[in-house]
């Protein structure tokens, strides 16, 4: 069992129990702080001090006084009015990471929030009671103001939540769960939406996906490297590391780790090229650029995870108002993974594409005996393009845009779930393509036989064949790029990999 705000959380604490069904429980350490605080707020209740959002309006109407007959009708009606949220629902698993966000930050006890509504979080976590959450609507300021609202309608009863795999009333969801509707108290409505957890669940995953999807793309990287009888020299320790940018000596680490072994390379030192071309000579420069995008954007994240994103937050007895819900940094490193995403899609189909190309590889014509009559892995380019061509079009920054909204009182807003969401596709479009050059790369090592590839291209081959036959004559490939992909998932193909090369950095 998890013991929620005990220590910080990471990003793989995240994705497991998102992913799985390890059970949550709030720990001791962070049921003393959420009574604390809930302690502090009624303070400043029966003090008369007027704090944001406990009984005044929201937005540009903080300043509407709202009577004590209504104060807590008032958290009911901010998630009613709220939850406008449009587009295709957001992937359980989001849902599941951005309920354990948002108990983790009510428990870091800041918000003045009773210990009975983050334990509903955590429950309706624990029973697979899951809001129906829709992907599009939030700014990023403050917060996730819509999608949150759709997760706390469930909260009480309302709104729609799946469980099971079947989708019902909010209430009919916590009753099936055996659990009841919570009845809000002051501030816990304006405490359940204003915060990042849709985006940060959504950047974790991102983060976690593509950190394994790099690794993935330099072992296919160094399958077609072994095809297109590449020189190892630009991974040379001693030339790397002249030029000691983050993340570019590990690749080219990984590079000869994989490579070990080979009996192409040896095949080729004599006078067979000057100068390999770029996408094989700078695989560390390039590949080494987007780990360290990553490695960028996780910082943001892991900070993001345990962060007070909640307005306005009690310390020291006091109600301070902040932008801590402002999800800019999110924004700007997503944006950021997305464009370390169209730059990983683009560099893997160019080497996609000189597979094809027999004046440039020295391979048959589209990997295959009879050209002609069979067109081989021609299609595989055609539709690494189009991926690669999507995600430069992903790579446009969201966080740089802005629209003022609630009467310019939030003027302005980073737009970082749009940057999230994008970034989630761009990384999708990635693996199709890294998918498709493992496919080709294997084919390529076909027609260099007897000679064997290092020893990590090699235990690759081994996996992809174990399933997928070598091309001789055209068939569907639509299947075995699905199946790849599958494997990538699963991290089979990086397994198979790692256990003769070690764990790839």
Not at 132 to 146: F, H
Not at 162 to 168: I, N
Not at 457 to 480: N, Y
Not at 492 to 497: E, G
Request: charged share 20%.
């Amino acid at each position: 069992m998890f013991s929620l705000g005990g220590r910080p959380l990471q990003i793989g604490d995240v994705v497991r129990l998102a992913r799985g069904r390890e059970r949550v429980r709030l720990s001791p350490q962070a049921s003393r702080r959420i009574d604390a605080s809930r302690r502090s707020l009624e303070r400043i209740v029966a003090r008369g001090i007027v704090a944001y959002g406990v009984k005044t309006g929201f937005g540009e109407l903080a300043n509407v006084p709202i009577s004590d007959a209504d104060a807590r009708k008032l958290q009911v009606n901010l998630l009613r009015s709220h939850a406008v949220g449009q587009g295709d629902p957001l992937p359980t698993e989001v849902v599941r990471a951005a309920l354990l966000l948002r108990a983790n930050t009510l428990a870091l006890g800041y918000s003045g929030v009773r210990r009975a509504l983050v334990g509903q979080l955590v429950e309706m976590l624990n029973r697979g009671v899951h809001p129906i959450v829709p992907s599009r609507g939030s700014l990023g300021a403050s917060g996730d103001l819509a999608p949150l609202a759709h997760m706390g309608l469930v909260v009480v009863g309302e709104g729609r939540a799946e469980v099971g795999g079947r989708t019902f009333s909010g209430r009919d969801a916590l009753r099936r769960a055996g659990l009841k509707p919570c009845e809000l108290d002051l501030k816990e409505g304006l405490a359940l939406i204003n915060g990042t957890a849709v985006t940060a669940a959504l950047a974790t995953f991102a983060i976690h996906d593509g950190l394994r999807l790099l690794r993935d793309a330099q072992v296919a990287a160094s399958m077609s490297f072994e095809a297109l009888r590449g020189s190892p020299q630009p991974f040379d320790e001693r030339l790397v590391g002249l030029k000691p940018l983050p993340g570019v000596r590990e690749v080219a680490r990984n590079l000869r780790r994989l490579l070990r072994g080979s009996e192409i390379i040896p095949s080729h030192k004599g006078p067979h090229r000057v100068q390999d071309p770029y996408t094989l000579r700078c695989i560390p420069q390039v590949l080494g650029a987007c780990r360290a995008a990553f490695e960028d954007a996780a910082r943001v994240v892991q900070i993001e995870l345990n962060a007070a994103t909640d307005n306005p937050v009690l310390v020291g007895g006091e109600s301070l108002s902040g932008g801590n819900f402002h999800a800019q940094a999110l924004g700007m490193a997503m944006d950021h993974i997305a464009v370390a995403m169209a730059v990983l899609a683009g560099f893997t189909e160019r080497r996609i594409a000189r597979l094809m190309d027999t004046r440039l590889s020295e391979l048959p014509a589209f990997l295959t005996r009879e050209v002609g009559l069979n067109s081989g892995m021609m299609l595989l380019q055609y539709v690494a393009a189009g991926y690669a061509s999507d995600a430069k079009v992903l790579a446009h920054p969201a966080s740089a845009d802005s629209i003022p909204t609630s009467a310019n009182q939030e003027d302005y807003n980073p737009m970082a779930m749009a940057a999230a969401l994008k970034a989630r596709q761009a990384l999708e479009n990635a693996a199709h393509v890294v998918a498709m050059e493992y496919l080709a790369a294997a084919q390529g090592l076909e027609f260099l036989a007897p000679l064997r590839p290092g020893i990590g291209p090699r235990a690759v081959r081994k996996r992809i064949r174990a399933s997928i036959p070598a091309l001789v004559e055209d068939r569907v490939l639509a299947g075995d790029v699905d199946r790849i992909l599958g494997w990538m998932a699963d991290g089979k193909l990086l397994a198979a990999a790692e256990a003769v090369a070690g764990r790839l950095l």
